[in-house]
């Protein structure tokens, strides 16, 4: 990882829960509360940057490295800034028998990114991820916290004039 050019810290709110996460683990296993610290940092930031890994990292005496691999090894967060509607399209096997194919495209096209991009004026970002364990109203897409089941290119078009209209 990179040296500190920036610094990171919780709020004071923030730290109050991070001690909470913390205190649920045994002495000296501390450390597994990496996952519930990184998402109070993505819950913070939007995203998780690098210094705020180095501050969880510190936070639970546990090596960077430590860190750095469970942010990169899991989809749920995000390791750049996104935008406003974190777009993510399930492409596992029973949402893609549903397909999940064009409803991609159907973002892809109305929106004019590619996954893993973000529209110019900062308001969506697409991404693809693994199963939801919805599979029963494939396709599924989640934006932000809420899912959208029994997709159809015309309900994401909805979906998209919606979200930008707020």
Not at 36 to 44: A, D, F, G, K
Not at 46 to 60: H, I, K, N, Q, S
Not at 100 to 120: A, D, P, Q, V, Y
Request: one cysteine or more.
């Amino acid at each position: 990882m990179k040296g500190k050019e920036e610094q990171f810290s919780f709020t004071s709110e923030n730290l109050k829960k991070a001690k909470k996460f913390i205190e649920v683990y045994p002495k000296g296993k501390e450390g597994s509360a990496v996952m519930p610290l990184l998402y109070l940092v993505q819950e913070q930031c939007g995203w998780v940057p690098e210094p705020a890994m180095c501050y969880v990292a510190d936070m639970l005496h546990i090596p960077h490295i430590r860190v750095y691999e469970v942010a990169n090894f899991y989809t749920m967060y995000n390791l750049k800034p996104v935008g406003k509607y974190l777009i993510r399209v399930c492409r596992t096997t029973p949402c893609w028998l549903c397909s999940s194919e064009e409803i991609l495209n159907t973002f892809k096209k109305k929106l004019g990114i590619n996954i893993g991009e973000t529209t110019k004026d900062n308001l969506f970002t697409l991404k693809e991820v693994e199963c939801f364990g919805a599979c029963v109203n494939a396709p599924v897409v989640q934006i932000n916290n809420d899912f959208y089941e029994n997709l159809t290119p015309e309900k994401v078009e909805s979906i998209i004039a919606e979200l930008s209209n707020k």
